[in-house]
Structure formats: structure tokens, C-alpha cells
């Protein structure tokens, strides 16, 4: 009886596992927890009885003085524990680096196969071919290593545990596997499989563990690392991590396809799951995916901030948001790059129209189409797109929210033809009731929207009275985000002969909207920044409450999302700051560390 094997995991597998648990504690979600516990649950019962032959027919051995005693089918306490983890541990990584990738639109939907027809897929079936056969002959392979009773004799115990659950992962997930980012998918199983060689060349190097001689190559890594554990650690990691990815993308087919699993649990069932991996991606909604693929790299490409809050939601509720985001985006865009105010205007009158008919349930064309060459690429081999708010519930969403919305931008073009003259009566926004108003229209309604996407998603307990009182204070969030929009952008509006900032306070300071256009950089102008920096941060203030009313599930990301914005306020308040493409920005570990105490609470 000893403690040098229960001492490996106190010094060299525990640590790194709490380490990882508190950076990530403010981030996991119980479908985290239940996705590891799966993960787990699996690769205990998947390697006890491998473990236990390796074991009983002396392959490798445990000396007496080196456990403490306990053991289960002759396999030590410690060795149990070493499944769980190692498993737990690589888990956590892997969710750690995929947090910030939103991974629905790495789906691939692929065209049924029709005479003469080549698949712009080819290569993704040629590369799952070419992965199903590497994991059949290894399976072959390994049979010929153990029937020679030889020194291959453990290389080959490990092919044939480890190679038909690769072959079954791949086959059900080799769309992930490929498509995913690498910091999705090597890393987590690099960088466990690193460290773990290290520990492993130590308790080899102190006899912790000792294999037969008969039945290894003797062929080292490096001095003290025998290859076959070197092998042994790089495929447990890539099994962790593949069955993570198979996992994922189950997920990710029951969030993206609603007409296809409807009533999906918050925990989806191990049948459902498979249900899901089975789908053939030749039933995919290719006009759903496309939207959603093009409303990540909207959001990305147009506000890293929301793009980084936009992860910590999870599930339906997410996508929604994406969508939400890109419609609003995609029909700002149309009006500001209209290239006449007469464009602009018909714009507008496209989407009333547009919504006008989708409240109908019914799909226009011309009105649509319209829309859809400003929002949506083309489908190879379609001849038409989609576009986002035909995938929202709208059911569930005021259409009066929208319709505000677009008179928000009508207000915008009241600035496309400035007045020659300095009266400042014919400038939209002469109060700051005027400015709240615009707030409202453009970024209140925005903030009303998510939240009753929200209510559609989450069950909140909530009356009508709380409802409502939750969706003003969610409108005013809204118009105190759009103030530090306005206080960061005066530069960039004032090229488009926009001022937003109120005609009564510039008399104040002894300016008019002409002194914005020509010097928006002024003494004067800085002040005024600041006093709408003010506002804006007291109307937050006056309204953060109502996000602790939210559901448990949606607290934290609302309050990355609102915080990661109103930081480009706390920036603007420096005195130096990083500006790109004209704008203050935040530094990417900045943004980090905002959401990741946004999430604490």
C-alpha cells in the first residue's frame, strides 16, 4: 500500500483541473454540465473492461507500494479516477476554446445527388471516405499486431479499443471535425496530450506504472516516454475531443432545424442526439443555413463587441438574436448606402412592405427580392435566397417595434440634404427630447425585441405588469447604448452631414451643427461628448436592475452583451484610447475581462 499514484494526481492532474474550472466557472451552462458528465459517463464505461484485460493479462502492472489498495475488476482506485480526470480536464479546455465560436453555420447542407451532377461537396465526402478507411485499416492493422503475440502486442490492444469509436465518430461528425476552426479541435487535444506526456514520462521514470517488456516496441519519444503511451494519451485526448464535437454537432442540428425537431429539451436525450447526428445532410435547410452563416459574419464583421457577447448565449435563443441583429443590420445598411435620398426612401417603403406581408405569413416577390439582394448571397444551383425575418417568431415579437424602428431611419434622412443656412430648426434633432426619441426608435425597439425573444425561449414566472416594466427598462438600456454609439461616431456621422447631438446643447456652448461638420474634433464638442457620455451612463444605471429579473440562463450573457457596449463609453472617458477605421475601439483582452465579470455578477 502506497501513495506515490494518488500523489500524481494531486500534484500533476487536479491542479489544472481546478485551474480551468474557475476560469471557466462564470461560463458554463448545465448543458456543459451535461455534456461532460456524458463525456464521462462514456469513457468510464468504454475503458473499464479494455483496462481491466490490459490488467489481468500483465501488460502493464501497478507495484503494490504504489496504490492504495482499493480496486474495481483488478483496476486500481486511481487508475478509475485518471478516466474521469483526464476526460473532465480535456472537456473543460475544449469548451473553453470553443466558447467564442458560434458553430451552426459550420454545418454543411449538401445537394441530393441527381444523374450528371457534380457536388460542390466532392472533397467533404472524398476527405470522410478517406477517414472512414484510415480508421477501418488501423482496425485491421491492430488485429494483425495482437494475433502475433508479439512486442505490438499493447500498440495493438490500443488501435482496436480506440479505432471503431474514432471510425464512429468521424462518420457522424466529420462535417465539425473538419470544418471547425483549429483552436476548436486540434488544440484541445494537443495541449492535454503535452502535458500529459510529461506526467506520464515521470510515473514511468519513478515505476508509478510499469509495462511488460513482451509486449512494446521499445521504441521511445523521447527518454523515459514509451511510444506507446505517448500514442495511448494523443488518442484518448482525440476521442474526448471528437466525442465533444459529435455532441456539438447533434446540438447544432436540433438549434438550426426547428421545423425538423420541434419541443427540443434544454437537455436533449442520448436518442434524440443520435437522431439528430443520423439526419443526412441532404435534408438540411440549406436557405435557413445560409442565413444563419450570414448573419454570424454580419455580426462579426460589423460589432466585435455584441459578437463577443453574442457567445455566451446558448442554444435557440442565440440564433434568434443573430438573426434579429442582421435584420436590423441589413436594413440600416440600405438606407445609409442608398446612393439618392429617393432610394433610401423607396428602401423604407420595401421593408414596411416587407413586414407588412410576413405578419401575413404570406412571401411577396418583388418586395423580397429587393430585400434579398441587399441581405442574403446566392445558393449555388437557387434561384433564390432567404432572409432572416422569415426565420424569427414573429408571432411572438410586436410588428409596432419594427415599424418604430423604421422611423428611426426616416429620421436619418431628414439630414441627407443639409440646410444651407445655419437655422437650427431645420436639423432633426433640436432637443434632447428629439435625441431621446430617436434613441428609442432606433435601439430601444432593438433591446425590446431580445427581450421578448427571450419570454418566447425562457420561462420567466413573469405577470404582464413585470413583462412590461422589464421591457422599458430594456428600452431604455437601449437608448443609452445608442448615446455612446452617437458619442463614439460624431467624427464618422459628421462626414455623412449628420448631428445627432442636440441643436440646444451646441447653442449652449456657442456652436451649431455647421461647427460639428467642419470640426468635430473641437474643445466644445469634447465637452458635449462627455455630458452625453453622462446621460447615457445614468439612464444604465437607472436600468440595470431590470436584467436580474431575467431568467438564471440569460442574466450573465444580458449583461455581457449591455457591458461590453457601454465599455466603448468607459473608453471614450480616457484620455488616450485605440481608434480604428475613425471609431474608439476596445482591446480584444479588455473586452475579455469585461465579460467575464459581466458573467460573475
Known sequence: MGIEYAMVHVLYTIPPAVLLTLLYQPLISKLDLYKIGFLVTIAVLATVP??????????????????????????????????????????????????????????????????????????????????????????????????????????????????????????????????????NTALPILIPTLYLWHVDTLALQRGTWVIASGTKL?????????????????????????????????????????????NVPSLPSPILLVKALLLSATDYDEKRLLCIQD????????????????????GKLRVDLLLLYSWCRVADDMVDDAATPKQAHASIRDLEDLLREEYRHRYPSSVVRSFREHFCAPIPNLSDGNQAISQLPLRFLAKKHFEDMLLGFKQDLEFADPPPCEQSVHWPIITERDLETYARRVAGTVAMLCLQLVFYHFKTGLDEVERTEILSAGARTGVALQYVNIARDIAVDARMNRVYLPQEWLKEEGLTARDVLQDPDSLGIKRLRSRLLDRAFRIYEEARGAIEKLPQETRGPMRVAVESYMEIGRVLREEHYTVKAGKATVPTLRRIKVAWRALRG
Open 218 to 262: 521499445g521504441v521511445h519519444l523521447w527518454d523515459g516516454l514509451e511510444i506507446e503511451e505517448a500514442v495511448f494519451f494523443l488518442i484518448t485526448n482525440t476521442l474526448v475531443v471528437f466525442g465533444l464535437l459529435a455532441f456539438d454537432n447533434a446540438v447544432a442540428v436540433l438549434e438550426s432545424f426547428p421545423d425538423t425537431f420541434r
Open 295 to 314: 448573419a454570424a459574419n454580419r455580426l462579426k464583421r460589423k460589432s466585435r463587441s455584441f459578437y463577443l457577447a453574442s457567445s455566451t448565449f446558448s
Open 50 to 183: 479494455w483496462d481491466s484485460y490490459l490488467i489481468r493479462n500483465c501488460i502493464w502492472t501497478y507495484p503494490s507500494n504504489v496504490i492504495i489498495g482499493p480496486t474495481l475488476f483488478d483496476i486500481p482506485a486511481e487508475e478509475l479516477f485518471f478516466f474521469v480526470i483526464q476526460t473532465y480536464t480535456t472537456s473543460i479546455l475544449y469548451l473553453m476554446l470553443s466558447k467564442a465560436t458560434f458553430q451552426l453555420p459550420y454545418l454543411r447542407a449538401e445537394p441530393k445527388l441527381k444523374r450528371r451532377r457534380v457536388s460542390n461537396n466532392t472533397s467533404w465526402r472524398l476527405c470522410r471516405i478517406a477517414g472512414q478507411l484510415f480508421f477501418a485499416g488501423a482496425i485491421i492493422a491492430s488485429i494483425g499486431m495482437i494475433r502475433d503475440n508479439g512486442r505490438a502486442s499493447y500498440m495493438g490492444l490500443i488501435a482496436l479499443w480506440a479505432a471503431p469509436f474514432l471510425l464512429l465518430l468521424w462518420s457522424l461528425a466529420y462535417q465539425f471535425i473538419l470544418g471547425l476552426p483549429l483552436i
